[in-house]
C-alpha cells in the first residue's frame, strides 16, 4: 500500500511435508483458499510450489497436483531444495515437468552451496532463479547483531558465485556448452548477442588447464577469474576474438574463470577487500591496521586513500601511510563508533568503500540471534509441544552459556523443557491452548541476556 510492492510468488508452506503436517493435499487445499482472496484484492502474485526440502520431494508433490486443473492457472514457479540424496535425478525429472507446463524452476535452499551445485542446478534442473541461502558463519552473526562490523564479510564461496552472478545478468539465456576436458565444467549465456562463458576447474587434482574456447561472437571480450575459496579475484585484462570466433585461456586450479562479451568504454575498478584488522578493538588497545584490495578490468594502475569520516569527540586518529592499500590507524583512544573511507582510482573512476568499527571499554554482552521454534511450526494440543531453538553470537568469541525457562503459560498447563541448558529443547506438556513464552537466556562470563519467545498452542 505504501510503495507498490507486491511479490512475484508466494510458497504455501516453506519444505511442506518435512516433519510438518503439510502434506500435498493439505497444501493444494490450501492453495485453492488462498488465491481466490488473493485474485479478489488485485494480487497478481503466484504461488511458487512446492518449496521441498528436496528434488525428489518436490516431485511427489508436483505428482499430486498434476491432475487438478484448479490449481495450475496458480503456480508460476517450481521450486526445490537441495537436502537429501537423490537430488541429481529427481532434478531432471522435474525440469521436464516443469517444461510440459512452460514453467521456470528453482533452487531456493542449501546451507553448504559450492559451484559444483551450481553447474547441476542450471544443467539438470534447468533453473531460471538460483538463491544463496545462508552464509552460515560468525560473520553473518556478527552483521545481525550491529554490535561491529567494518563491512559485510563474504561467505567463503562468495567470489566463485560471482564469476556467475556479476557477468550473468537478468535476462540472459544459458546456452548449450560442451567440455572436451573431464577436469573442466563450462556453462554459457547469452543476452542481447553478448556471451557469457564460465570455465570451472574444481576437481581435483588441482591443476592449471590450457584451454581453446570455440563458437564465440567476434569482438571484445574481458577475463576474470577466482581462485580458491578464499577470495583471490583478479581481472586479467581485455582480449579480442576473431573471425575464428576462438580463445585460448590457462584457467588455474581450483579457481573458476569467467570470458565475458563487453564493451570497449573503461569500466571502474572492483573493491575486493575492505575492512579492518581486527574487526574491533577494546581498550587499552588503540591501533589497528585498515585493509583494501581492488582490481581493474582494464588493468589500469590503480591508486588508494584513506581518510577517516568521523570519529568520538577527543579522539586524534593517524594515518601512517593513507595512500597505501594497507596502513596502519593509531590513535582509537575513545570508546565509540569509528568510520574510515577508502578511495580507489584508476585515472577514469572513482570508487570508494567505508569501513566502521567499535571501540569498546569493557566486554561486550553477547546478542541473542535466530530464537525460534520448530517441528512441528504451528503447535496443536495434540502435538503437546515443540523443539524450541536459539543462538548466540559474542563479539569477542567467548564461552557461552544457555538457559530456557517457562516465563508464562496458560492456566492449568505444565510445559516440561527437556534440555533446558542447551542451545536447543525439546519441550512436553504443551496440552493447553494459549501463548506459551519461553525465556532464552545467554550469558558470557561477565554478561547475562534474555529473549522472550511465544509459541501459541491451538486447540
Not at 42 to 49: A, D, L, R
Request: proline share 7%.
Amino acid at each position: 500500500d505504501t510503495h507498490g510492492i507486491t511479490a512475484d510468488y508466494v510458497s504455501i508452506c516453506n519444505e511442506a511435508g518435512h516433519s510438518n503436517a503439510f502434506t500435498p493435499q493439505v497444501t493444494l487445499k490450501m492453495m485453492k483458499a488462498l488465491m481466490p482472496r488473493l485474485r479478489q484484492l488485485g494480487f497478481k502474485t503466484m504461488v511458487q510450489y512446492p518449496e521441498s526440502v528436496n528434488a525428489a520431494t518436490a516431485v511427489k508433490f508436483f505428482d499430486a497436483a498434476r491432475n487438478d486443473p484448479e490449481v495450475w492457472p496458480w503456480i508460476g514457479l517450481i521450486s526445490y531444495h537441495w537436502y537429501g540424496q537423490d537430488n541429481q535425478t529427481s532434478m531432471v525429472k522435474l525440469r521436464e515437468y516443469a517444461a510440459e507446463r512452460k514453467l521456470p524452476t528453482a533452487q531456493t535452499e542449501f546451507t553448504n552451496l559450492t559451484m559444483d551445485h551450481l553447474y547441476d542446478d542450471m544443467v539438470l534442473g534447468g533453473v531460471s532463479y538460483w538463491e544463496i541461502y545462508d552464509t552460515a558463519s560468525p560473520e553473518y552473526q556478527a552483521a545481525l547483531s550491529h554490535i561491529s562490523s567494518t563491512s559485510y564479510k563474504y561467505g567463503p564461496w562468495y567470489w566463485s558465485f560471482r564469476q556467475v552472478s556479476h557477468f550473468v545478468r537478468p535476462g540472459a539465456v544459458r546456452i548449450e556448452s560442451v567440455s572436451s576436458d573431464p577436469q573442466l565444467r563450462c556453462l554459457a549465456f547469452e543476452q542481447q548477442e553478448r556471451q557469457v562463458v564460465v570455465l570451472m576447474n574444481i576437481k581435483r587434482p588441482f591443476t592449471p588447464r590450457v584451454t581453446t574456447v570455440t563458437g564465440l561472437r567476434p569482438g571484445t571480450y574481458g577475463v576474470s577469474h577466482t581462485v580458491g575459496s578464499s577470495g583471490v579475484t583478479d581481472e586479467l585484462g581485455v582480449r579480442t576474438v576473431g573471425q575464428d570466433g576462438t580463445l585460448t585461456v590457462t584457467v588455474k586450479g581450483d579457481s573458476t574463470l569467467t570470458i565475458y562479451s563487453r564493451d570497449a568504454v573503461n569500466r571502474p575498478p572492483t573493491v575486493i577487500e575492505w575492512r579492518s584488522q581486527p574487526d574491533f578493538l577494546k581498550l587499552p588497545a588503540t591501533t589497528l591496521t585498515l585493509r583494501c584490495a581492488a582490481t581493474d578490468p582494464e588493468r589500469d594502475m590503480l591508486t588508494y586513500a584513506w581518510s577517516v569520516v568521523s570519529q568520538p569527540k577527543g579522539a586524534a586518529v593517524t594515518l601512517a601511510q593513507p595512500t597505501a592499500p594497507t596502513t596502519r590507524a593509531d590513535g582509537l583512544t575513545v570508546p565509540g563508533p569509528y568510520h574510515f573511507r577508502i578511495t580507489v582510482r584508476d585515472g577514469a573512476h572513482t570508487v570508494t568503500r567505508d569501513v566502521m568499527l567499535g571501540v569498546f571499554d569493557g566486554n561486550q554482552p553477547p546478542v541473542p540471534v535466530d530464537i525460534h521454534n520448530r517441528i512441528p511450526v504451528w503447535v496443536r494440543v495434540k502435538d503437546g509441544g515443540t523443539q524450541l531453538r536459539g543462538g548466540a553470537w559474542d563479539i569477542e568469541r567467548d564461552p557461552l552459556t544457555f538457559k530456557w525457562s517457562v516465563a508464562r503459560q496458560p492456566a492449568g498447563a505444565a510445559a516440561v523443557l527437556e534440555t533446558p541448558d542447551k542451545n536447543g529443547c525439546k519441550v512436553t506438556g504443551m496440552t493447553v491452548p494459549g501463548d506459551y513464552v519461553f525465556r532464552f537466556t545467554v550469558s558470557d562470563p561477565a554478561n547475562t541476556v534474555s529473549y522472550e519467545h511465544t509459541v501459541p498452542v491451538y486447540p
